[in-house]
């Protein structure tokens, strides 16, 4: 198959950066040298999608699939790889080795590449790296194959930036910030219970609130957030801070998201998996659901987005640079748990799981899920994820499509569920909405693109990266959802009638914005104080000019 | 006068992975490794390696050496990939796809420490980068183990002797504990002395646990022992566990359930302190494999891939199914002389492709041999340091081939037999 010209033809197309949310319309869709054009000539080669619906390709704003954590957490689960094996793809490339894997909640990096786009996904985003990592992490993502993937970089517990903001140096911190996006070849600075995990790494405490003192009296969890939004906005990064907020996990915890979000108030800002931080009650002691006071703060205030990082019933592990909160799940649960305390920058837990219909408090995490995404007002930004594989793997992506946009099939698995802690909620006392299919195309990829600042990724306007998918339309969305019917990636048909039948090699995506050299000259010095890598080894990218 | 200098080079004489070594060449040889051990000295050494490339015990052009491999590698019924030791990760990938291909058994020197892999897999891990063990450690306890013996800049270079964020003066800011279990002797350089009994051994960490968990337990000499360790660990802030994770030196095999009783204490002693256990690991990227291994086929050694994917045979890997037979042709990529006694020995009894470093020089003489430079001396790439922390390679001197260009010439040599 020719990768330069292809006419998909006859479907009908949902692209809501162009088309203003309507209902899809029948159009075809011109792609040349891997881009979207406006015409091609007639005897182009052509795709039949007449009454298919097309899409961009979806994209990922936060799925764990790369780096020296997930690997951790593949390790420790040889009796899910070993329960879902995945033989090589019959690839029609003569030159490529297709590769063989195992699946489960972390799949192999082959098998992750080959699992998203033949769900229609070609831009994933790997959403906790340590820079101290990084190289690991790239090095993965080399042997994952057809998405476009980046990597978010892991800062607010870092001491060399803890010291910056205890000395008030606003300006260094930022420039240091810059430096390490650079060196990790990150995309966006990604900010992990603020403070919370140098306390569990100095002394096996958490943080409780935004201000709680980390170590020096002048850290706060509230000044590594406004230091670090107001980097990532000075820097003009194209994402703007990625925040994990402190307290995941616990009853009450909604007001410390709430008082986040205003302490940032007129800041761009992303918070990020907002289920697992909208629990009303009081810790130890009752949950309830505060999915409404929190999602109508985000209605009200246009400078925040979030993901929804909704729960979805079955396996799933539990993995984040949040150690202190993995400590707490295994303690409390008993089950397997790796903690790993990364020198200088940050921690990792990792707790397999499995959320259970019958379970009290997986329910109303569930429901606190779908009551985010059905009282959101604004799909551009409240956008679709599970945590992979944290709420669920991206496999159940469809299913969750299917919650959204069938409130009949959403009420009989309300039915189901352990009603303890859900009645009275927002979603028990009924909730009508049902996503459409714009709707959909906006919090799977127009939204989140636009969001990461990935100008040609999301639509199908002309000048558009070909990432695009093509679904036989099916009242049953689930199934609709998990196999389309053609899929293409650069240009590159991957997915031909719901085989994968191509793999490319996906692209990288990082930033390198400016700072001002002489940071560099103290982080040497920093380095030969208490460092355990040369300074000169530690980027794992190349920092350009 | 034509003294080059290479900084900031990647030692992996052992796992500790020092990247502070500052390599001076002359001419085609290396004639210093500051900043080095004795032990990295002698794995940099002057750096000469042989650059044969042999088959049926003849030289051969590279492309005949390649083409004879890959001829006896597609006929082969049951093959063997082994990750030898001094290849780099970008080696490592390479030579697992060979195996996914060819649906190999694929192994690797890991094999030796099954029982600890498993126990990390049923339990999990609590555990540190080395660095954090540098920042934070105020009590180190070497359980069994003198780290100057197999990893020796481990105390100078981050549990013992550097300052660290919270033990400010160093070695003064921090107490060590040597534990002494039978013959394997812990740090000479130790505030305290403990012995224990190897036959007392797992009892021994079985009875801390209890009483780190606020459990009473009896008052026998074991007893006596285990409850005072235990409460040294208890009133300490963050207490680094160290054990070593490889084949003991002393011939005395480890007791199977020894890793397993240091996870559940080091587990347990997080939350009234803080712990990490730090598995000692040999050098030449032997993690590096793990890691690959895992991230490419789910699981860290021992896997098949008969199948037609990857299946996890902890109990059936390469020396098992060498010593049954079972194997009739094995490409081995690495170093031939770190594979371990029991796997050399039977790599002599089937025909056999090296490519590694000093290939041409194995003892159990394969039939086709390709000399490559060694991953950190003459190849770059990257590597895993003990902690699975990747590190840069920066080679001083260029080698005979490059291991990881030799595998993917074969593995295309292979893909293009498929049709």
New interface residues.
């Given amino acids: 198959m020719s990768k330069t010209r292809l006419r998909i033809a006859g479907g009908v197309v949902y692209d809501p950066a162009n088309d203003g949310g309507a209902d899809g319309g029948i159009r075809d869709v011109c792609i040349e040298d891997g881009r979207i054009v406006a015409e091609l000539p007639r005897d182009a080669p052509k795709l039949d999608a007449r009454g298919m619906v097309v899409m961009a390709g979806g994209v990922d704003i936060h799925s764990h699939i790369?780096g020296?954590s997930v690997?951790?957490g593949?390790?420790?689960?040889?009796e899910e790889?070993?329960a879902d094996?995945?033989?090589?793809p019959p690839l029609a490339d003569?030159?490529a080795?297709p590769?063989?894997?195992?699946g489960?909640t972390i799949?192999?990096?082959?098998t992750t590449g080959y699992r998203y786009a033949a769900l229609g996904y070609t831009t994933a985003m790997e959403a906790a790296v340590a820079p101290?990592?990084a190289?690991?992490a790239h090095?993965?993502l080399d042997?994952t194959p057809i998405i476009d993937a980046g990597l978010f970089t892991l800062l607010g517990n870092d001491?060399y930036l803890l010291r910056q903001i205890a000395a008030g140096e606003a300006a260094r911190a930022r420039d240091y910030a810059a430096w390490v996006l650079s060196a990790a070849g990150g995309y966006a600075i990604k900010i992990v219970n603020p403070g919370g995990v140098e306390r569990w790494?100095?002394?096996?405490r958490n943080v409780t609130g935004l201000d709680d003192a980390v170590g020096s009296g002048a850290v706060t969890p509230r000044r590594i957030l406004e230091t670090l939004a107001d980097a990532a906005n000075a820097l003009e990064l194209p994402h703007p801070v990625h925040i994990h907020c402190n307290n995941l996990g616990q009853a009450g915890n909604a007001t410390t998201t709430l008082e986040t979000m205003r302490a940032l108030a007129g800041r761009r800002a992303h918070f990020t998996h907002l289920q697992f931080h909208s629990y009303g009650g009081e810790r130890g002691k009752s949950w309830k659901s505060a999915a409404k006071e929190v999602i109508e703060h985000v209605n009200a205030h246009p400078e925040v987005s979030v993901d929804v990082g909704q729960v979805m019933f079955g396996p799933a592990t539990t993995l984040t640079a949040d150690a202190p909160v993995e400590?707490l799940l295994?303690?409390s649960s008993g089950r397997?748990?790796?903690?790993?305390?990364?020198?200088?920058e940050t921690g990792c837990g990792?707790?397999p799981y499995s959320y259970k219909e019958q379970a009290a408090v997986a329910s109303l995490q569930w429901a606190v899920g779908l009551e985010l995404f059905l009282l959101a007002k604004d799909p551009w930004r409240v956008v679709l994820s599970t945590d992979h594989p944290n709420g669920g793997s991206f496999l159940s992506y469809p299913e969750l499509i299917r919650l959204l946009m069938d409130r009949s099939h959403r009420d009989e698995c309300l039915k189901r569920v352990n009603q303890k802690l859900v009645a009275g909620s927002a979603l028990a006392d009924g909730l009508a909405r049902e996503y459409t299919l714009s709707e959909i195309a906006t919090v799977t990829r127009a939204a989140p693109a636009r969001l990461l600042g990935l100008k040609h990724k999301g639509h199908l306007g002309v000048g558009a990266d070909a990432d695009v998918t093509v679904y036989a339309n099916d009242a049953d969305r689930a199934k609709m959802f998990s196999t389309p019917r053609h899929v293409i990636k650069g240009g590159v048909l991957v997915v031909e009638e719901g085989q994968l039948r191509r793999a490319p090699t996906g692209r990288r995506l990082r930033v390198q914005p400016g700072y001002d050299r002489a940071v560099t000259r103290d982080l040497k010095r920093w380095f030969d104080?208490?460092?355990?890598?040369?300074f000169?080894?530690y980027p794992a990218a190349e920092l350009g000019e | 006068m034509t003294k080059r200098v290479v900084?900031?080079a990647?030692c992996l004489g052992c796992g500790c992975a020092c990247?502070?070594i500052t390599v001076v060449v002359d001419g085609d040889r290396i004639v210093e490794a500051r900043n080095s051990c004795a032990l990295g000295r002698a794995w940099f050494a002057d750096g000469s390696v042989p650059r044969e490339t042999r088959a049926g015990g003849k030289p051969v052009a590279p492309d005949v050496a390649l083409g004879d491999a890959a001829k006896l590698l597609a006929r082969a019924e049951r093959p063997l990939v082994y990750l030898a030791p001094d290849i780099s990760?970008e080696t490592q990938?390479a030579a697992v796809?060979i195996a996914?291909?060819l649906g190999a058994l694929l192994d690797s020197p890991t094999g030796e420490i099954a029982a600890g892999i498993l126990a990390?897999?049923?339990?999990?891990?609590?555990?540190?980068?080395?660095?954090?063990i540098?920042?934070?450690a105020d009590l180190v306890v070497f359980w069994g183990v003198d780290p100057a013996d197999r990893y020796p800049r481990y105390a100078s270079?981050?549990a013992v002797d550097p300052?660290?964020?919270?033990a400010p003066d160093g070695r003064k800011s921090r107490r060590v504990v040597a534990v002494d279990v039978g013959p394997s002797r812990g740090a000479a350089d130790a505030d305290e002395r403990v012995a224990i009994a190897p036959e007392h051994e797992v009892d021994a960490l079985a009875l801390m646990r209890a009483v780190v968990l606020g459990r009473a337990i009896g008052e026998d000499a074991v007893a006596r022992v285990a409850t005072g360790l235990a409460t040294r660990m208890l009133h300490a802030?963050y207490v680094a566990l160290v054990h070593d994770a490889e084949p003991s030196p002393h011939g005395s095999p480890l007791h199977a359930d020894r890793t397993e009783a240091l996870i559940a204490l080091a587990?347990a002693l997080?939350?009234p302190?803080?712990c990490?256990l730090s598995s000692l690991r040999a050098g030449g990227n032997r993690s590096g494999a793990?890691?690959v291994a895992?991230?490419?086929?789910?699981?860290?050694f021992a896997v098949d891939?008969a199948?037609?994917?990857?299946?996890?045979r902890p109990h059936a890997g390469a020396a098992v199914l060498l010593a049954r037979r079972e194997i009739d042709v094995a490409l081995l990529v690495g170093s031939p002389a770190g594979v371990p006694q029991a796997v050399a020995a039977a790599l002599g009894q089937v025909t056999t492709i090296a490519i590694g470093p000093r290939a041409s020089a194995a003892p159990f003489r394969p039939t086709v041999a390709i000399d490559t430079g060694v991953a950190g001396i003459h190849e770059g790439g990257?590597a895993f340091r003990m902690d699975?922390?990747?590190?840069?390679l920066r080679p001083a001197l260029s080698g005979p081939a490059v291991a990881a260009d030799v595998v993917r010439a074969l593995?295309?040599c292979l893909?293009k037999g498929r049709?």
């Avoid at chain 2, 300052?163 to 919270?166: C, H, M, R």
């Avoid at chain 2, 699975?388 to 840069?392: I, Q, S, V």
């Fill in positions: 790369a020296s690997n951790q593949r390790r420790l689960l040889p790889h070993a094996p995945a033989p090589a003569p030159d080795i590769r063989s894997g195992t489960g799949p192999t990096t082959f101290l990592a190289r690991q090095a993965e042997d001491d790494k100095a002394g096996g400590y295994h303690a397997r748990w790796v903690n790993v305390d990364v020198e200088l990792i707790v104080g208490y460092a355990c890598v040369s000169e080894n | 900084e900031h990647t990247d502070d990760c990938r796809a996914d291909r990390s897999q049923r339990r999990g891990r609590a555990g540190a980068t080395l660095g954090e540098r920042q934070r270079r981050y300052a660290g964020l919270q802030r587990q997080n939350g302190a803080r990490a793990d890691a895992t991230w490419q086929t789910g699981f860290p891939f199948g037609g994917y990857p299946r996890y990257t699975d922390l990747a590190l840069p593995a295309a893909m049709s």
